[in-house]
């Protein structure tokens, strides 16, 4: 029997998460060929319940935005991280962090993504990012597509719906581990890799109306190209020693909105749908229930002869998943009541609800750690967690953002809870250190960060950097190794 673990390990890995395309900017500097984000807009008046609707794009207004530089893309703006990140890592670095999550954008690397040889200007850049994170003793964790997918790819291929795209991303993620695995031991694939589910386009760079087959298929058959091409991926690290691999996923924690055994059962299935992903990158195999569903839902997917053998071997070493909220499922009732991270929801009358909507759960958190890790027993890593808020930088230039601290320490002390009842938790990184554009809404106004960005969602503003009080307090805890936590 193992020993009991009273709080958080002195190995505990704490940190923060970036993606490329809410962080970089220089959106056509260096060589980088234009990303899928590079077309996300920035709309004033959108509802925000409604914001998951700005993920998706149609052939129309991606061939629009293509050749419209007038519109307001904050994307290709980010927070300017590609010409400031020194002096964002050293300012991180002040605040104790293990881990640094970034992500990299496919198109600097592989600018069309269909070069043959990489863009050294595009290496270049996380050279210089990954040399400054480890310069602090901060240990980089890559994830090699957050949303980023070079544009022309999704022209010529209609993205993950082809399976060419496993050779083309294996070239790509063959690339960054030939190139930074003496320096970087933490690696994902993909993020939130059921993104694919609500945003074809973000998840898999797919345009829904081009597709050759009915909705669910062709998202099905995409992500079962990039769960091959994730264990074609680990499989290939294998020939270096000391690298770990995860699986991410927006994890989503489905409760029954009543004790009536069909919600129940309603909340079984939702939740079987989010687990289907690590069922396969963690045990190595399509799940049984996935079998029913897909002939229930006449899902005709191709899976050719080796891949079940190539799922078998390449699965992953820990999870790491994302955790904002918790979800209500009901077998009659199909309203979305509340906004939430990839997918809305009915509302929850237990729990208070973010600026935007998002319920606020942090036993949810607990409870998540302990379902996740008896079902796989691997070792666990909270990607993101953390708080999207309309900040005010006072006269002072402080941001009194008790309330995203609120969150986080409830949020934390769950963590602690969750590890003290056996969970293998490896480390927890806020979204976010700085400020960034947010995903849905792509805006700077909500902001996640624990450092004040001063841009507005036009690019207006100085850029400068204020620390919040966010960042002192997540400072004083990583210190304390999370004994302040109260
Ligand atoms: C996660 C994404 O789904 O949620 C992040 O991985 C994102 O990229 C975060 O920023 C919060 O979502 P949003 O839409 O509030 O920025």
Known sequence: MKKYQDGFPNNFLWGAATSSSQTEGGFDEGGKGISTMDLMVYEENIDRNKVLSTLELSEVEFNKRLANNYLNYPKRRGIDFYHRYAKDIALMAELGIKVLRISVC??????????????????????????????????????????????????????????????????????????????????????????????????????????????????????????????????YSKKYSGLLFGSMNAHLEYYAATSNPLDVLESVKEAQLNSFYFDVMIKGKYPSYIVRYFHDNDINIKIEKDDEEILQVGTSDFIGFSYY??????????????????????????????????????????????????????????????????????????????????????????????????????????????????????????????????????GNGSLKRYKKRSFDWYKSVIESNGENLD
């Open 106 to 235: 496919w198109s600097r690397i592989f600018p069309t993504g269909f070069e043959k040889e990489p863009n050294s200007n595009g290496l270049d850049f996380y050279d210089k990012v990954i040399d400054a994170c480890l310069s602090y003793g901060i240990q980089p964790l890559i994830i090699m597509q957050h949303y980023d997918i070079p544009v022309e790819i999704v022209k010529e291929l209609n993205g993950w719906e082809n399976p060419k795209m496993i050779d083309l991303f294996l070239k790509y993620s063959k690339t960054l581990l030939d190139h930074f695995h003496e320096r970087v031991k933490y690696w994902i694939c993909f993020n939130e890799i059921s993104m694919l589910m609500s945003s074809p386009y973000t998840g898999g760079g797919i345009l829904s109306e081009c597709s050759k087959t009915d909705l669910k298929t062709m998202k099905y058959q995409a992500a079962h190209h990039q769960l091959v091409a994730n264990a074609r991926t680990i499989t």
């Open 325 to 458: 909220m918790s979800y209500m499922s009901s077998a009659s009732n199909k309203t979305i009541e509340t906004s939430g991270n990839i997918v809305g929801t009915l509302k929850n009358p237990n729990l208070k609800l973010s600026q935007w909507n998002w319920p606020i759960d942090p036993v949810g958190l607990r409870i998540s750690l302990n379902r996740i890790y008896d079902r796989y027993g691997v070792p666990l890593m909270i990607l993101e967690n953390g708080l999207g808020a309309q900040d005010i930088l006072t006269n002072n230039k402080r941001v009194d953002d008790v309330y995203r601290i609120d969150y986080i320490n409830a949020h934390l002390i769950q963590v602690k809870e969750a590890i003290r009842d056996g969970v293998d938790v490896m480390g927890y990184l806020v979204w976010s250190a700085i400020d960034l554009v947010s995903a849905t809404g792509h805006e700077v106004t909500k902001r996640y960060g624990l450092i004040y960005v001063d841009q507005d969602n036009y």
